[in-house]
């Protein structure tokens, strides 16, 4: 479906609807007068208004809004019906608003009862409201039907998610209905049983009983309910425990009111191959019929394992025999094929639905561009993440390949990128600056409605380019501050105002610190190289001092304490869990940002690796030694190169590939990475290790057969060099990780046949680089992935000059 048309007139003079009528047909029921208690509802909340409902237009001088499908408006006495009714396609509505007639009036016509529902929310983005005032800026003239036929978002209830799970039916009717008022007409539940502990201490209902509630509402407002059902069970070949699954469903299907479809991942959680995968699917979609006979199975082929092209040529030729029972394919992340490529692939017959991660920053399917490690070692992988801007370009390179979206989230977090998404899936062409003014408009002040959405933006570009170098943050702070100076107390207690200002003031928390303990990292480094002067033992003390003075003599303490007053503030207004201690995250990854507010921003727990292994030395000789080793760790020597691949100078030497614009997912084009998980390593493995550097954090990323291709343009050619390559182990799980890598130069001379790295671990590997490679000064370095898990990652790479390598060979 495509919109029609969609034309605002210019702006002519305010038409004040304080004293409207909502004026709609008699006898309404369902859905449709669902959504004009929804309009009568809302406006009170925000004015004090409430606005009678009544079926004729026969009061004089009283503005006059009319609700209803373009059939049951037909039926109201004394009501013109607009033009342009027949443009309507399903699901699409007009919204006039006109100030030129004796009576002021505004119809909402929907094409049917949801057009109704978009059409209600439609309106009230536009209304500007105070204490006992309703109106609007002036005239309006839309016709318009929604681009994509599905448009969604994924709801949990477990205590994974960093708010939701604290949430009650009454909130999730709330939140249900807001995202309906942006066009959505699809909610993604899950079961009581996926990966993750059923209960939290935070859940006001058990599972179950949420999820049939949640089913409740979401039919209540005539949008469909899909169901994300991963296969948690250990053996699909035992006929006792597949029995005992499909009752577990049974037991589902038949509580929950309506049911659109089923979704089941290929993993993520599950490990089924493709052939039991159907076999199985079909047995589910046969008990699904039994209560919801329109209702079909969704599969994805989303995978994470060593052999994923023998899984997908399995999958695609299930696919192949067309099975009946199959409603469509779901592209999400871990699906290693382009959606293109995938919409190629799959037979015409089955639509392709997309699972988009909108709620992480790293470590995901659309990660930050380049992100600043400061950034990921605080805010972690899912910060409050408003990026209108990426999301609209995401959504709208990849749109053609498929029918929609329901978007894959684990909270609250990412709030702004649903709604950029929900609009963004009914109009493509519509500019974000217009999404998220009218979601300022709507949930936080309509009176500065334009401001805050201008610092939603300022928000975005925090995170563009390094940090230290982002003049723009202060800036950002000092806007959202005067906006918290000048708002009312019900702005000041809205959540969706808290969650931003608290990401304001922590991103120059952070910065502050960042050029702080910068500083501080300098100075104890200087404090060192006077050692030969001073004595190994007094320079690490005095280093010592100096590094921690980011605790005794912390920067910037006023802005640390505003976030932890939001961040309680938000726990105790929507149950957002901010830190594990005080409210009940599960787990710093999981959303609690504020836990990890202080992290070290320098190098400071690597330092004290060092210090803690020079005092075993018992020479002072030998800990001189050591002293200077550990000052130039990244100095390549003379006529040698070092680049750090996780900054934003050492990759621009990586081939960007196919780039982010054109490949935002980079499936084919390498990215820069975080490895958080190196930081929580185990004392002895660090230790073996000398300590982790943060350069081993961030490290340049690539995917499955996507090289990382390291260009150098100025060597010299009478030189010898060696190359020193720092490769990062994805996280050590359930699934093997380890990965083989060769190292090859000018696509010519194989350096390094095949360098095993080892999950959740470093390796480190040296080795020769022939002269004949770079003969015309010009050398590029092609790091591949030969066999193992998808993931390669490389941190450091150095070119040391002859003589200038200590190394026996590669460790």
């Not at 049911?259 to 599950?270: K, N």
């Not at 507010?597 to 002072?620: G, S």
Request: glycine share 8%; proline share 6%; hydrophobic share 40%.
């Amino acid at each position: 479906m495509a919109r029609v048309a969609g034309a605002r007139k210019p702006m002519s003079r305010t038409i004040d609807l304080s004293r409207a009528v909502v004026v709609s047909a008699p006898g309404l029921a369902g859905p449709e007068a669902k959504a004009i208690a929804a309009l009568i509802d809302e406006v009170a909340k925000r004015s004090g208004i409430v606005w009678s409902n009544k079926h004729e237009c026969t009061e004089p001088d009283v503005p006059v809004i009319a609700v209803g499908t373009t059939e049951s408006l037909r039926e109201v006495d004394g009501l013109e019906l607009p033009g342009g009714l027949a443009q309507l396609k399903p699901e699409g509505y007009i919204l006039r608003a006109s100030s030129g007639a004796a009576q002021p009036a505004v119809i909402v016509a929907g094409a049917d009862a949801r057009g109704v529902l978009y059409g209600v929310g439609k309106l009230l983005r536009q209304l500007r409201w105070s204490e006992g005032t309703v109106r609007l800026d002036g005239e309006l003239d839309i016709v318009t039907s929604p681009s994509s036929a599905l448009r969604g978002h994924q709801l949990g209830y477990r205590p994974k998610n960093n708010a939701f799970d604290a949430w009650s039916i009454g909130q999730f009717d709330q939140y249900i209905r807001e995202l309906a008022f942006f066009g959505a007409n699809s909610i993604e539940i899950l079961p009581p049983r996926t990966d993750d502990r059923p209960s939290g201490p935070l859940m006001k209902v058990e599972p179950l009983e949420m999820m049939i509630g949640i089913a409740r509402v979401i039919d209540s407002y005539g949008l469909d309910t899909w169901i994300w059902y991963p296969n948690m069970g250990d053996d699909y070949s035992d006929p006792e425990a597949v029995r005992a699954e499909l009752a577990e469903r049974e037991d589902i299907f038949a509580k929950l009111p309506r049911i659109a479809a089923l979704f089941i991942p290929g993993s993520d959680p599950g490990k089924l191959d493709p052939d039991p995968l159907f076999a199985w699917s079909e047995k589910v979609a046969l008990l699904l019929r039994r209560y919801h006979p329109e209702a079909k199975i969704w599969l994805s082929p989303q995978i994470m394992r060593y052999d994923s092209a023998a899984w997908m040529e399995a999958f695609y030729r299930q696919v192949s025999l067309e099975p009946e029972w199959l409603g469509g394919i779901v592209f999400g992340p871990h699906v290693d094929v382009p959606l293109p490529e995938l919409r190629r692939l799959i037979p015409d017959r089955y639509p392709i639905r997309r699972y988009e991660d909108i709620t992480h920053n790293y470590h995901c399917q659309y990660p930050v561009v380049d992100w600043d490690s400061a950034y990921a070692l605080t805010l972690g992988r899912e910060s409050c993440n408003p990026r209108p801007v990426a999301h609209k370009h995401i959504h709208n390179v990849l749109a053609p390949y498929a029918i929609g979206n329901i978007c894959y989230s684990e909270g609250i977090n990412d709030d702004v990128n649903k709604f950029v998404w929900s609009d963004q899936d009914w109009d493509p062409a519509t500019p974000v600056i217009d999404t998220i003014t009218d979601y300022a408009k709507l949930f936080i002040d309509s009176d500065r409605a334009e401001a805050i959405a201008r610092g939603l933006l300022a928000l975005e570009d925090n995170w563009v380019g390094p940090l230290a170098a982002n003049a723009g943050v202060e800036v950002t702070l000092a806007q959202w501050r005067q906006l918290e100076r000048e708002s009312s107390g019900r702005v000041l207690a809205c959540y969706r105002f808290q969650m931003h200002l608290l990401r304001a003031y922590f991103d120059a928390y952070t910065k502050r610190r960042l050029a702080y303990e910068t500083e501080l990292e300098y100075a104890a480094r200087e404090a060192l190289r006077e050692a030969p002067a001073t004595g190994s033992l007094m320079a690490i003390e005095r280093a010592e001092r100096l590094l921690g003075r980011a605790k005794t003599e912390p920067v910037s303490a006023d802005y640390r304490l505003r976030c932890e007053q939001l961040a309680d503030d938000l726990f105790a207004g929507i149950g957002y869990q901010l830190t594990v201690t005080r409210h009940y995250a599960r787990s710093q990854g999981r959303g609690a940002f504020m836990d990890a507010i202080d992290a070290p921003l320098n190098d400071v727990r690597w330092l004290r690796a060092q210090f803690a292994a020079i005092r075993r030395e018992r020479e002072e000789r030998d800990r001189l030694a050591a002293l200077e080793r550990a000052l130039d760790r990244t100095n390549p020597g003379p006529g040698g190169y070092y680049d750090h691949l996780g900054s934003e100078r050492g990759f621009r030497r990586v081939d960007r590939g196919e780039g982010w614009e054109a490949d935002p997912g980079y499936l084919r084009s390498p990215r820069i990475a975080h490895a958080m998980h190196l930081l929580s390593m185990s004392e002895e493995r660090q230790n073996e290790l000398g300590g982790i550097p943060l350069a081993w954090v961030a490290h340049a990323n690539a995917l499955l057969d996507t090289p990382i291709v390291v260009r150098y343009d100025r060597l010299d050619p009478a030189a010898g060099y060696t190359v020193k390559a720092v490769y990062v182990g994805e996280t050590s799980g359930n699934t093997p990780r380890d990965c083989w890598v060769r190292m090859t130069a000018n696509d010519q001379f194989v350096l390094d046949e095949a360098a095993a790295v080892k999950a959740g671990s470093v390796t480190i590997r040296e080795c020769a680089v022939p002269a004949e490679a770079y003969r015309d000064g010009k050398l590029a370095l092609t790091f591949a992935r030969i066999r193992g898990f998808k993931r390669l990652n490389v941190a450091e790479v150095s070119l040391i000059a002859n003589g200038q390598s200590d190394a026996k060979g590669g460790n």
